[in-house]
């Protein structure tokens, strides 16, 4: 992150940080957001139009920060290529696997991207995986394996979750790519800025990928309560939740920030049983117990003694 930011990282930690709470209660309301207009629009359509919006919205905050003039060449090629060959396959993949499963299901199965970030950045001789880490690795992916293996008579779970649920898992293979590549330049020139120029290339993937869809749809046949779905997509999942979430990650420690990562599969599973009459198994449950615990043992870093 820029030396302004780490200058600004340690803050007086506090019981419940409400940004990062209010951004993890959003991003879990997302999945089942998604599932909503998808009823509605189709998924490459659904993902032009919001790419656009979210886009101009990122930049626009950018400018207004003073962040956007302030760039040099060598970041331009790597944002390039993690833009256009990662996230942009990365948000198709993901909102046609969303499409294709159930909402609290393809939450959990996308909150393995911490641990993938960790076994790349590991697999690279940066960081050294324990063997609390490896027992966080194995037990979060056994408990992928319940969820995806015990949810056959999931109540309100589409014939083709299991499609669905692999593309949902190849979504959160290339964000954690995404993480690890970008790394260096989110601690160079600041998350916001690598994540916004991120998406203004992977839109040169998804808007041609959806434009013929997105002009094809009756967006003024559209219900009002599609139209909030739309809205709270865009404005609050989108550059609300991204401008929040990495300007607290600039001002709080790891650790904490993951605490609430860990919230946003819980939200979504609680918010799909709510909305869309999703009744998760007893072993998907358990399934999502061990994937939940396996995340926090896998992010765990050992204590370095005091000198």
Same mark, same amino acid.
């Given at each position: 992150?820029?030396?302004?930011?780490?200058?600004?990282?340690?803050?007086?930690?506090?019981?419940?940080?409400?940004?990062?709470?209010?951004?993890?209660?959003?991003?879990?309301?997302?999945?089942?957001?998604?599932?909503?207009?998808?009823?509605?629009?189709?998924?490459?359509?659904?993902?032009?139009?919001?790419?656009?919006?979210?886009?101009?919205?990122?930049?626009?905050?950018?400018?207004?920060?003073?962040?956007?003039?302030?760039?040099?060449?060598?970041?331009?090629?790597?944002?390039?290529?993690?833009?256009?060959?990662?996230?942009?396959?990365?948000?198709?993949?993901?909102?046609?696997?969303?499409?294709?499963?159930?909402?609290?299901?393809?939450?959990?199965?996308?909150?393995?991207?911490?641990?993938?970030?960790?076994?790349?950045?590991?697999?690279?001789?940066?960081?050294?995986?324990?063997?609390?880490?490896?027992?966080?690795?194995?037990?979060?992916?056994?408990?992928?394996?319940?969820?995806?293996?015990?949810?056959?008579?999931?109540?309100?779970?589409?014939?083709?979750?299991?499609?669905?649920?692999?593309?949902?898992?190849?979504?959160?293979?290339?964000?954690?790519?995404?993480?690890?590549?970008?790394?260096?330049?989110?601690?160079?020139?600041?998350?916001?800025?690598?994540?916004?120029?991120?998406?203004?290339?992977? /839109?040169? +993937?998804? &808007?041609?990928?959806? %434009?013929?869809?997105?002009? $094809?749809?009756?967006? *003024?046949?559209?219900?009002? @309560?599609?139209?909030?779905?739309?809205?709270?997509?865009?404005?609050?999942?989108?550059?609300?939740?991204?401008?929040?979430?990495?300007?607290?990650?600039?001002?709080?420690?790891? /650790?904490? +920030?993951? &605490?609430?990562?860990? %919230?946003?599969?819980?939200? $979504?599973?609680?918010? *799909?049983?709510?909305?869309? @009459?999703?009744?998760?198994?007893?072993?998907?449950?358990?399934?999502?117990?061990?994937?939940?615990?396996?995340?926090?043992?896998?992010?765990?870093?050992?204590?370095?003694?005091?000198?």
């Amino acid at each position: 992150m820029p030396q302004a930011d780490q200058a600004r990282s340690e803050e007086a930690p506090a019981i419940v940080d409400p940004w990062l709470a209010s951004v993890a209660l959003i991003w879990g309301g997302n999945f089942v957001t998604y599932k909503i207009l998808l009823d509605n629009i189709s998924p490459t359509g659904l993902l032009a139009a919001r790419f656009v919006i979210v886009t101009a919205l990122l930049m626009a905050i950018l400018w207004l920060t003073g962040r956007l003039r302030r760039n040099e060449p060598g970041m331009w090629l790597r944002l390039f290529l993690a833009g256009v060959l990662i996230m942009g396959v990365q948000q198709i993949m993901f909102v046609h696997g969303l499409n294709l499963t159930a909402a609290g299901e393809g939450a959990l199965l996308f909150s393995t991207a911490p641990i993938l970030t960790a076994l790349m950045v590991a697999a690279t001789g940066a960081e050294i995986i324990t063997s609390s880490n490896w027992a966080g690795v194995i037990a979060a992916f056994g408990g992928v394996a319940m969820v995806i293996l015990g949810g056959g008579a999931t109540t309100g779970a589409p014939a083709t979750r299991i499609t669905g649920d692999l593309l949902l898992l190849g979504s959160a293979f290339l964000y954690a790519l995404f993480m690890v590549l970008s790394k260096s330049l989110m601690e160079k020139y600041g998350a916001l800025k690598v994540v916004t120029f991120a998406y203004l290339f992977g /839109a040169l +993937v998804v &808007v041609p990928a959806g %434009a013929r869809e997105a002009l $094809a749809t009756d967006w *003024a046949g559209l219900s009002p @309560g599609c139209w909030f779905c739309f809205a709270y997509l865009v404005l609050l999942a989108g550059c609300y939740g991204f401008f929040i979430w990495y300007w607290r990650i600039s001002r709080t420690s790891p /650790a904490r +920030v993951a &605490v609430y990562q860990y %919230a946003v599969p819980v939200v $979504a599973m609680i918010a *799909a049983a709510i909305w869309l @009459g999703e009744r998760p198994t007893g072993i998907q449950l358990l399934g999502a117990a061990l994937v939940l615990s396996g995340l926090a043992l896998a992010r765990r870093r050992p204590r370095v003694p005091c000198p």
